[in-house]
């Protein structure tokens, strides 16, 4: 079963870090963590908070990591499964997660830092979103 990627007919958010695959792999990696929230765009979340730490501290160490792990986990998932990662199917997804944050893996360690930045990152994402629903919430209540 192949999984459709290709950006929809909406028009996507102004990206200010993250590439169009990068950002594609970034949301599908947190509609494999966190199923149940569909209607969080974690990669703009994640992009925002990108540029937004590059700003503060001057450095693009995290985006460097994003960068770095996301072309190592693309570049194996096409040689391994001809696909991007978020073109596989949800099983070969969390497969894939589950192999990176393997702490058996030698010479891992830099993919293992890089997924738990992005699960902190989607985390935050998922309560950042679920934070503006609630105030839109009271809002229309009012």
Known sequence: MLVD???????????LCLSADEASFVQ???ERILPEAPHVSASTYVDRKLAESMCVDATA????????AIACVQERCR???GRPFQALTPWHQLAILAHLEDPNRPFQHRLRKFVLVLVNDLAEAY???????????RVSVA
Do not use: G, I, N, Q
């Open 127 to 137: 309560f950042d979103a679920s934070d503006e629903r609630c105030r839109r919430l």
């Open 28 to 30: 599908a990696a947190f």
């Open 61 to 68: 160490a995290e985006l460097e990591l994003y960068r770095e």
């Open 79 to 81: 040689f391994e499964h």
């Open 5 to 15: 990627w290709a950006p929809s007919e909406v028009e996507a958010p102004r990206r």
